[in-house]
């Protein structure tokens, strides 16, 4: 797992801030939940190294979950996707987008289908509901500049990755 991608979750997740927390229980470095920290067997959420650890480990679960034949970089948004709402809500906007004659396997049909697990036409199709789509596509957008400035930073502007045509 690269590292300045594991940075820029961390960074949208607490701007690296080990004691921050969300109303939804969520806690540390990497925002994880209760049950996710004991799955991953941290004992201490608020620990940087424990937080960041578990962070990666289940990034790289939800990756994993993600289908083979799926390129990357698609690959890894989609599960930036799945670790911000959930990896049903990823089959759900999967789902969705299939359903719009996008291509599933896609990341930019996955992010215009996002959105619509907010309307109730679209949720009630699918198998987890509602989901805050607009949310989890800002999430993996900042994901995605803040992973490109730190490229940038690091290897130059050579490797820097031009914006897709339709970036938000």
């Known amino acids: 797992l690269d590292w300045r991608l594991l940075a820029a979750i961390g960074y949208q997740e607490s701007h690296w801030d080990p004691e921050a927390s969300s109303h939804t229980g969520v806690r540390g470095i990497m925002m ?6 004991a799955q991953l067997g941290l004992t201490d959420r608020l ?6 650890d578990g962070g990666a480990r289940y990034f790289l679960r939800l990756r994993d ?7 990357e970089p698609d690959r890894s948004w989609m599960a930036l996707a799945a ?10 906007a ?5 359903l719009n004659g996008g291509n599933p396997d896609r990341w930019v049909d996955i ?13 009630e199709q699918t198998r ?20 490109d400035i730190l490229v940038w930073l690091t290897e130059g502007r050579d490797a820097w990755r031009q914006p ?3 970036q938000d």
Do not use: C, F
């Not at 620990?47 to 960041?52: A, C, E, T």
């Open 32 to 37: 994880l939940t209760e049950n996710t920290a």
């Open 47 to 52: 620990d940087p190294r424990q937080s960041i």
């Open 111 to 123: 992010k215009r289908a996002l959105p619509l697990l907010m309307e109730r036409r679209w949720y």
């Open 65 to 71: 979950r993600i289908a083979d034949d799926i390129e």
């Open 164 to 166: 897709e045509p339709d």
């Open 128 to 147: 987890w509901g509602y989901a805050r789509g607009h949310e989890t596509r800002v999430y993996v957008r900042n994901i995605r500049n803040y992973y």
């Open 83 to 92: 670790y911000n709402m959930g990896y049903g809500h990823l089959l759900d």
């Open 94 to 98: 999967r789902r969705i987008a299939r």
